[in-house]
């Protein structure tokens, strides 16, 4: 397990924290939507911290092509129809380039500022020439509107019980999801970033911003 990560409930647990039973059970949201709508027809798309496929599967049924990476293979033992890859993203070098490199999961935001330039410098490595990079912010009061609690249409509830400050710009947050029967936790680190701190973390890796994709700007197309 990661320094500052934590995970507790039913099934395999990843190094940061995430339960393999919990995200085979957490329905896709309309990022796959947003996705489509800003990348060609058929594209060829690497997705960074695949999971166990939610959007995977949803891009895969829309026509795209997926190369999906995640560290760990119990996620990747539940993803089908993609090309796997069990590997940290930081370390990640393909020699290959897909024309969208997918960065969801608010992964940007990992507490661990050497670990960011990490991975966003593998998107800046495997990104086409005309291609893109998309990725997910986290919403710009994500760390202030903390208790908060949201009942899913399928029926869990999802709660983010606190977002506390431990020092060098970094929250330890504390995620709870409460199923009719389980419940799982997640605790881990995250660095809130402003659109300015977001921009220069861009930079710095060799991308800037296209365009926001949506109203919250926390979907983003960054471009080399």
């Not at 099934?11 to 949201?29: H, K, M, N, Q, S």
């Not at 026509?63 to 993609?82: C, H, I, K, N, P």
């Not at 903390?146 to 399928?154: F, G, L």
Request: charged share 25%; with cysteine; aromatic share 6%.
């Amino acid at each position: 397990m990661r320094a500052g990560y934590q995970g507790t409930g039913p099934g395999a647990i990843t190094p940061d924290g995430c339960a393999v039973e919990l995200y085979a059970r957490l329905p896709v949201g309309d990022e796959p939507d947003i996705i489509a709508a800003a990348v060609p027809e058929g594209a060829r798309i690497l997705e960074l911290g695949s999971g166990v496929g939610r959007m995977t599967h949803a891009l895969l049924e829309r026509g795209f092509t997926v190369a999906a990476v995640d560290e760990s293979a119990e996620m990747l033992e539940r993803v089908r129809g993609a090309r796997t890859i069990c590997s940290p993203i930081e370390e990640l070098d393909l020699g290959e380039t897909f024309d969208v490199v997918l960065l969801a999961s608010f992964l940007v935001h990992t507490g661990d500022a050497e670990v960011r330039r990490g991975l966003l410098r593998t998107c800046a490595r495997h990104v086409a020439e005309g291609g893109c990079v998309l990725i997910q912010r986290e919403g710009e009061d994500y760390h202030a509107n903390v208790p908060r609690e949201r009942v899913d249409p399928s029926g869990f509830t999802v709660r983010i019980v606190f977002s506390e400050p431990v020092g060098d710009g970094v929250h330890s947050v504390r995620a709870e999801y409460e199923f009719p029967d389980a419940h799982w936790t997640q605790t881990f680190r995250a660095r809130p970033l402003s659109r300015e701190q977001f921009e220069e973390a861009l930079a710095e890796a060799g991308l800037r911003v296209d365009r926001y994709l949506t109203d919250d700007r926390i979907w983003v197309k960054a471009v080399v």
